[in-house]
């Protein structure tokens, strides 16, 4: 809903709610759960992709509640206030068979992850002919949990006697926490075409632990992080800019040991060009930024579902373009371009599989191609019928190098390259209210390795995919 009580002020409210029920999470067998095999021989399991077997339920629930309210007052010709005030009420459940066979070994049995948080933001900002200005003020809370309830076959757990399930709490945390921040940023135009721009925020965050239900220590941190650019006008159409900043990414509790890992600080240096060219039609933009990571947050997986998260240093070298061309109306066609040169530093990390520790220095970073490409096209076919305005045709194209997803580079974690495809038809209503959409994912069934990770309990890797060729029909209307 939008209010406009007066011409200089505008009031936009938003509320959103969504649940959903059925399964959330899927686990499967990149490699033979050897260590199933020795407690329940004879067991049935698989690595074929997208295929596993249970003998619990895969079952959970989602429920999400979302509300903003967006303020902007103009105060004056050369000065508005804006506020920005959020909420957010989440949780979600899950059940699955956490060791993807169909013995009785370990389930997975309605883990809960409920998180509630408050945020309020103010701007005050405004410009002259040469100056352009904001201050502001942020605030965050948020309480959040995560229970993890597992049942292990007893037989796994050394007791005598026929197999039956013990119920094990393999994490239980909780956390709040309490942000303030304080900002500003300056665009300052030394002349008509080079301008300076500059900002700095202070952050002030502190969070309190509880570890299966004790008290675990908590964390108090205040930053400095600024910004520095600059911009020239090469030509009315053509812009180049340099900038650096520092960023930082709080620290946290590890689910599944009483200990808390460093907040990760990053420092980001990039230069580049924006430019429209072609008369309008084309848009061209490239960059090059360079990654220097303090004590990143690696994360890996601990037997049977937890996490533990690593504190590593790391570079990243990298650059991007994108070229949007569209000749006229109906036809629009765009393409991108990502180069990346990664690599820890510093870092050690025991490995469960070879059980020993390794040194990682000058290791490619997870999740990190060295190059990835897409391809769009669309077409826009008038067709100004009674009651049909016109036909849009869509097509991408996305290919992605190889790229390990665990910090060692196994075969049953690597995923190598791939290229997945989507095409889409929409029909459009006389009125533009009501569109028909036809769609068609991942054209080619293309097997897309989503996540991976050797489990220890298991004997096993594990992971799951991307969804395989998906196509459905969408019917969207607007009001």
Known sequence: MQFKPTDSLVIDLAIQHEES????????????????DLISPGNNQTTEVNKTYGDSAYDGE???????????????ESMSFRSVTGYVDHNVTSTYDADATD?????????????????????????????EWLVGAFYFKEDFSLALPVEFVSTALGIPGDPFPVPVLAGDLEEETESYALFTDLTLALTDRFRVNAGLRYNAEKKEFTYFGAPSGDTDETDWLPKIGVQFDASDNVNLYASYQKGIKSGGHQLGAPEQFAPEELDSYEIG??????????????????????????TTTIPPATTVVRNADAEILGGEMELVFSPNEAWNFNFGLSLLDSQYKDFAYF??????????????IIRAPEYTLNFGAQWVIPISADFLSDITLRGDLYHSDEYKLTFIDYPETRQGSYTTGNLSVIFTSASEQVRLRGFVDNLGDEEVLNNGSY???????????SEPRTYGIELLFDF
Request: charged share 20%; aromatic share 12%; proline share 3%.
């Open 21 to 36: 029920d059925g399964p959330v999470s899927l686990q499967q067998l990149n490699s033979r759960a050897v260590v199933v």
């Open 62 to 76: 989602a429920e999400t509640t979302l509300f903003s309210a967006r303020i902007n007052w103009d105060v004056s």
């Open 103 to 131: 013995a009785l070994f370990v389930n997975l049995v309605d883990a809960a992850r409920p998180s509630e948080s408050w945020s309020q933001e103010f701007n005050l900002y405004g410009g002259t002919d040469r100056l």
């Open 273 to 298: 060009l924006k430019s429209t060219l072609v008369d309008g039609k084309l848009t061209a933009n490239a960059a090059i930024f360079f990654y220097d990571y303090a004590d990143l947050q690696a």
């Open 351 to 364: 490995d469960e599989f070879s059980m020993q520790a390794i040194d990682l220095d000058g290791e490619p």
């Open 455 to 465: 489990l220890a309990t298991l004997g096993a890797f594990i992971g799951y995919y």
